[in-house]
């Protein structure tokens, strides 16, 4: 239920701020603002702003995908190697380790943003199982399950103010570290 309210929040106000766009031009023109706004923040803003979206988006497909497996419905099915259920955290933190690990490598802020992509998505993989992992037992769907959600639906927010604080920071920073203000006593 949570998710399913902070969910449809965001589909709101994202659906009115599209709408505020759209009444000051073109849809043509709203697609145009969104994406000249993009490219025109700072790469560390729009690394944050695709691991927040990667994370909210893979984390609801997860919770969707995993209740049509749980119901029988559609073509996804349980993972099995032998025996062995594969749990999606397995994929989610070899994306972090290996995107993380290519961050870290490379040094290249300028790929960054797309590196964020899959490691938002691989964080969102595990953190929606964290109850199995705190209680290394398979209760996804049980009361002690919804521990997942919660703390997916903090990392999401804490990801939010994250995007946000990075914006302010990025403002303050061009007003006090102005050219003005370096030479200035």
């Known amino acids: 239920m949570l998710g399913a309210a902070a969910g449809a929040t965001s589909v709101l106000l994202v659906g009115g ?25 700072p790469a560390n803003e729009a690394s944050v702003l695709n691991l927040f979206l990667s994370f909210g988006l893979t984390f609801a497909s997860a919770r969707a995908v995993t209740g ?20 999606h955290f397995v994929p989610g933190i070899l994306a972090c380790l290996l995107t993380g690990g290519t961050s870290i490598a490379l040094r290249h802020e300028e790929i960054d943003h797309w590196l964020a992509i899959p490691f938002g998505a691989g964080a969102a993989l595990v953190l929606d ?35 946000l604080l990075v914006r302010v920071v990025r403002r303050g920073e061009a007003v006090v570290l102005a050219p003005e203000a370096v030479g200035a006593p």
Not at 28 to 39: F, I, P, T, W
């Open 68 to 87: 049509m497996i749980r119901s029988g419905r559609g073509p996804m099915r349980d993972i099995r190697i032998g025996k062995r259920h594969i749990h």
């Open 129 to 163: 199982e964290a109850a199995l992992l705190l209680e290394l037992e398979d209760v996804y769907w049980s009361e002690e399950g919804a521990l997942s959600v919660q703390v997916a639906l903090g990392a999401t927010a804490t990801l939010a103010c994250l995007a």
């Open 17 to 41: 701020e599209l709408a505020r766009l759209a009444r000051r031009g073109t849809p043509r023109d709203a697609v145009a603002a969104l994406r000249e706004g993009y490219r025109a923040g």
